[in-house]
């Protein structure tokens, strides 16, 4: 540019406007690359498996149509999806209440390969177009803006990649605290609404709400979620609200998602249970086998994150935006599944962040960094306390929130959550002794049948693959069926009950006289079964 003005190559006037339009743009330029890196993600990922977009959109299909018992039974949706002549899919549907279908229900008339590019589509371009307002309405420094892209690198990919919802979750979310902060409250209750109908944990709104007195927006974000709901019954049946309400949720929040010990999901919830509560197969060597030490532990930790939230909810030395962020922080940390294309979400921090200390910015930015970009999935190896690294940066930038809005630790508080929250927690306490254990001493992937051949244990399990058939080395003497029965989901020999557990059950047998063999889910994802066995009473 001064090569061209030095040189009398422009006039002064063209040298004005052609600065007037670096600075007045110089706010989009960043929106550009993360515009450019997003097209590039969903270029790349055109030619990708489905991945999770098919969970998506077959289970969104069938529950449309009704057929909720298919779309929630693992097995039964992966074939249905195979005998539709797809391959190399594997998916699960447990995480989605009924109400995803809907939100999908317009992809869902394209086919699945264009409906995936479509949607990629439709949730990037909606992200870029919030962020273009957010960072201007919480006037986010440029330095920031630029480092978006790379600071989440990793989840802004995962969720193009995996055909992912969350870039549209944290739209709403975001949109939602805008519109509250301009006084459209019922336009902030619509938003934050189809954001909890969709995924559930953005629940934790409406409790920011109460513990900040707006009663009033409270109740209209729960006029608008019942609205929803509604909507939801009409459309895909109450019988599915009231599966997915009494059966699926209760598994899913107990971390029985399609696996219960796995580390990969970075959750506290992992963490202690892999610590307290001993499996033979999946988890033998615990520090100390008790589920009172487990439930105890539990307690704790959702105790002190929530007396942190309403600490930052009350302070006055903080902003609505930090405390807002606060909660949707904690909602990560209290749950026991996590990801990493969910880790979008916290974006809402470091913007909160931007108007915070620079030092405390630059803090959490590094915090960031480190969450999204650390390879958990290869420290399989490792000892256990080093295997959650994420979960610990987590807490990190919970904490540094907590410290911005200046709270300090207050015990009564804390007492009474602990006291409300281990009374919650109590029967869990005093649950009756599971008497069944795992048939063969190894880990299974998830079995929907077996037969008995040539007095052999054959088990036909199913993967990404489809079905196969394995021959085990049980040997079966005598079987039977006739005295064994499945009634209310639980075990009965001659009309005495043997089991009181809420894993799902199937197909079980007399072996040899003296035990019950059966398919069970339970420590496992909701219908990921596996051979379980009870002795005779």
């Known amino acids: 540019m001064d090569f061209y003005h030095k040189n009398n190559l422009l006039s002064p006037f063209t040298v004005l406007i052609f600065n007037f339009m670096l600075t007045r743009y110089s706010l989009y330029y960043p929106i550009i690359f993360l515009t450019a890196l997003l097209a590039w993600f969903i270029y790349k990922a055109a030619g990708a498996p489905f991945s999770d977009f098919a969970g998506y959109y077959f289970g969104g299909q069938e529950l449309l149509r009704g057929n909720y018992q298919y779309v929630y039974d693992t097995y039964s949706l992966n074939a249905l999806i195979a005998q539709k002549g797809y391959t190399g899919v594997f998916v699960c549907y447990a995480p989605f209440p009924p109400f995803t279908s809907i939100v999908f229900a317009p992809f869902l008339l394209l086919p699945v390969t264009v409906s995936k590019i479509v949607f990629n589509i439709f949730s990037a371009a909606v992200f870029v177009w919030v962020m273009t307002r957010a960072i201007k309405f919480f006037s986010i420094p440029a330095r920031v803006t630029w480092l978006i892209p790379v600071l989440f690198f990793i989840p802004l990919r995962n969720n193009i990649f995996f055909g992912q919802a969350y870039l549209l979750l944290f739209a709403l979310l975001i949109e939602g605290y805008m519109a509250y902060k301009k006084g459209r409250m019922v336009l902030a209750a619509v938003l934050w609404s189809v954001a909890i109908v969709f995924k559930l944990f953005p629940l934790v709104v409406l409790f920011f709400l109460v513990v900040k007195k707006q009663c009033k927006q409270a109740l209209y974000c729960v006029a608008a979620c019942a609205l929803l709901g509604v909507v939801s019954v009409l459309v895909n049946g109450f019988a599915a609200w009231q599966y997915y309400v009494f059966t699926i949720f209760p598994r899913s929040a107990s971390g029985d998602l399609n696996a219960s010990y796995t580390y990969l999901f970075q959750s506290a919830f992992m963490l202690v249970k892999n610590l307290f509560v001993y499996d033979a197969v999946q988890n033998p060597h615990v520090l100390f086998n008790s589920q009172p030490l487990f439930i105890f532990s539990m307690v704790l930790y959702k105790a002190a994150l929530l007396v942190g939230c309403v ?131 190894y880990e299974l992937p998830l079995v929907y049948a077996y037969v008995i051949k040539d007095n052999r244990l054959v088990y036909y399990y199913w993967d990404e693959k489809g079905s196969h058939e394995t021959v085990t080395g049980y040997f079966v003497q005598q079987y039977s069926t006739g005295e064994v029965q499945i009634q209310n989901n639980q075990l009965y020999y001659k009309g005495k009950r043997l089991t009181s557990t809420p894993d799902r059950k199937q197909q079980a047998m007399l072996i040899n006289g003296h035990h019950i063999i059966y398919l069970s889910d339970q420590n496992r994802g909701f219908g990921f079964y596996a051979l379980r066995q009870v002795p005779l009473p």
Request: charged content about 10%.
């Open 311 to 441: 600490g930052i909810t009350l302070s006055k030395k903080t902003t609505d935006h930090i405390a807002f962020t606060g909660w949707i922080t904690a909602s990560i940390l209290l749950s026991p599944n996590g990801s990493t294309y969910s880790l979008i979400l916290l974006l809402l921090p470091l913007l909160a962040l931007c108007n915070s200390r620079r030092s405390y910015l630059y803090i959490g930015m590094a915090l960031l960094f480190f969450i999204n970009t650390i390879p958990v999935q290869s420290l399989a190896n490792w000892p256990l306390l080093l295997q959650f690294p994420r979960l610990y940066l987590l807490l990190l930038l919970f904490l540094l929130l907590v410290i911005d809005a200046g709270v300090r630790f207050r015990p009564k508080p804390f007492i009474a959550l602990f006291i409300v929250l281990l009374l919650a927690d109590a029967p869990k306490l005093f649950a009756q002794k599971n008497n069944s254990t795992w048939l063969l001493p």
